[in-house]
């Protein structure tokens, strides 16, 4: 991650690590999902040092721009870097609940239950399994909150 945070310059207002990877015992392909925090969007040059880090641009999201480092052997992805504007809702719930994640087993079992039920009804990475996965930790935000986990 710190090589994230230099690749993004003095604009980066945090670098975070939000995916099933960063909780230990959940189930998870192995692609590491950051989130970045960015004063004034991502600078050209910043761009460019992630370039130099291997990140190629993905296609943007509505809330974010999405860069990605893949396996120049087999394809895969490895890092998935979504870079949001400083203060944007989506980067204190992603890291607020994959810190609640960390510090509770259960709430971390039954993530990792509801995500594989997802998985057999929609198949991995379809939106469907996304969307699935989105409002579960949009429903649990409040124990997130409760417990004063804050990026």
Avoid at 14 to 36: C, E, F, K, N
Avoid at 40 to 51: I, K, N, W
Avoid at 86 to 92: I, Q, T
Wanted: hydrophobic content about 45%; glycine content about 8%.
């Amino acid at each position: 991650m710190a090589r994230v945070r230099r690749a993004l310059g003095p604009a980066c207002r945090g670098v975070h690590h939000v995916g099933s990877t960063s909780v230990p015992g959940l189930h998870a392909v192995p692609v590491i999902d950051l989130a970045a925090e960015l004063e004034g969007g991502l600078p050209a040059a910043a761009g460019l040092r992630l370039m130099v880090q291997g990140f190629v641009a993905a296609a943007p999201e509505p809330s974010c721009t999405l860069h990605i480092v893949e396996d120049m052997l087999t394809g895969y992805r490895q890092v998935e870097l979504r870079c949001y504007p400083a203060g944007h809702e989506d980067v204190r719930i992603l890291a607020a609940f994959f810190a609640l994640l960390r510090s509770a087993p259960a709430i971390a079992a039954d993530y990792d239950a509801m995500k594989r039920a997802a998985r057999a009804r929609h198949g991995a990475g379809s939106p469907a399994y996304h969307a699935e996965k989105q409002a579960w930790m949009r429903r649990n935000d409040a124990a997130a909150r409760q417990t004063g986990m804050r990026p």
